[in-house]
């Protein structure tokens, strides 16, 4: 199975991995580099402005810290594709406007993965698998 986690699952996995469920645990754990964890290169984006806006702090500077939480060979990070820009604008409008939100999702569906989150909206959605 694939597995891709978005923002906030990312940061609590490498900052509070206590705040977690405890099936969101249990996969983080199993990564492996033969089967890593994906991310979507937007989850960089979200992460650097919740930490400039004060809202995440962090242990070293941004730049090291975002470079240690996405190396290899446990996780893989998803650029933004042509085909995942195109899934994520013809998500169905009734989805929430937020372009990572629509851009993580759309990751999510191209790799077929399942999505770790808690966001409300992404899991009423049904739009992905999740794991919340």
Do not use: C, H
């Not at 937020?98 to 993965?113: L, W």
Request: net charge positive.
């Amino acid at each position: 199975m694939t597995y891709l986690l978005d923002t906030q699952v990312l940061t609590r996995w490498l900052l509070e991995p206590r705040r977690l469920s405890r099936r969101q645990r249990g996969i983080v754990d199993t990564a492996r580099p033969e089967r890593p964890l994906l991310v979507s290169d937007m989850s960089l984006l979200e992460t650097a402005r919740l930490v400039r806006g004060g809202g995440i702090a962090l242990n070293r500077p941004l730049r090291e810290w975002l470079e240690e939480a996405v190396a290899p060979p446990l996780v893989e990070v998803k650029p933004i594709s042509a085909a995942i820009t195109v899934e994520a604008v013809d998500l169905p409008p009734s989805f929430p406007k937020d372009p990572v939100d629509r851009i993580v999702v759309a990751t999510a569906r191209i790799y077929g993965a399942t999505l770790l989150t808690s966001d409300r909206a992404i899991l009423s959605s049904g739009l992905v698998p999740t794991i919340a």
